[in-house]
């Protein structure tokens, strides 16, 4: 965060000296708490990005929670046969955008940037469909979050 919050600074001083405006409506969207990716390096890892499901209610969005036991992937098993973990996906009904993603498991910190991509660029889960997972890699979570669901 502290590089991001660095190449904005530079955006802002470069803005000033050339006199244009130094609000950029891109920063303004990422840098909010919404946007900012957060990785617990436990043993299991918990990564998350986005509003919790809590957080998305209170803040008025009509939401679905979708849920998938990570384990059931091909990729966790080849990454380790007792691999256990759990994503958690909150999506805003009325846009079809994630607003929030959480992962615990064993190296799930890989998997946050992803989600920081789809929640802060709002990617519609339409779109997010045809971004294919590497095969067989725990990523692969991504493409079952999406068909439960049900696309």
């Known amino acids: ?3 991001y919050q660095g190449r904005l600074c530079g955006d802002v001083i470069v803005a000033r000296a050339k006199g244009e405006p130094d609000d950029l409506p891109a920063m303004r969207d990422v840098t909010t708490a919404s946007g900012v990716p957060q990785v617990i390096f436990t043993d299991p890892q918990i990564g998350a990005v986005g509003l919790t499901e809590a957080a998305a209610r209170e803040k ?3 939401v679905r929670v979708v849920e998938y036991d990570m384990a059931a992937v091909s990729g966790a098993y080849v990454r380790e046969p ?3 973990g759990r994503a958690k996906a909150v999506v805003d009904e009325d846009r079809k955008v994630l607003l929030g993603v959480t992962f615990v498991g064993p190296g799930v910190a890989e998997l946050v940037h992803s989600a920081t991509i789809a929640v802060t660029a709002q990617v519609p889960l339409e779109r997010l469909w045809h971004a294919v997972p590497s095969f067989p890699t ?3 979570v991504w493409l079952r979050l999406l068909e439960t669901y049900g696309l």
Do not use: D, F, L
């Open 1 to 3: 965060m502290g590089k």
């Open 60 to 62: 008025g969005y009509r």
């Open 82 to 84: 007792s691999y256990r």
């Open 138 to 140: 725990v990523s692969e």
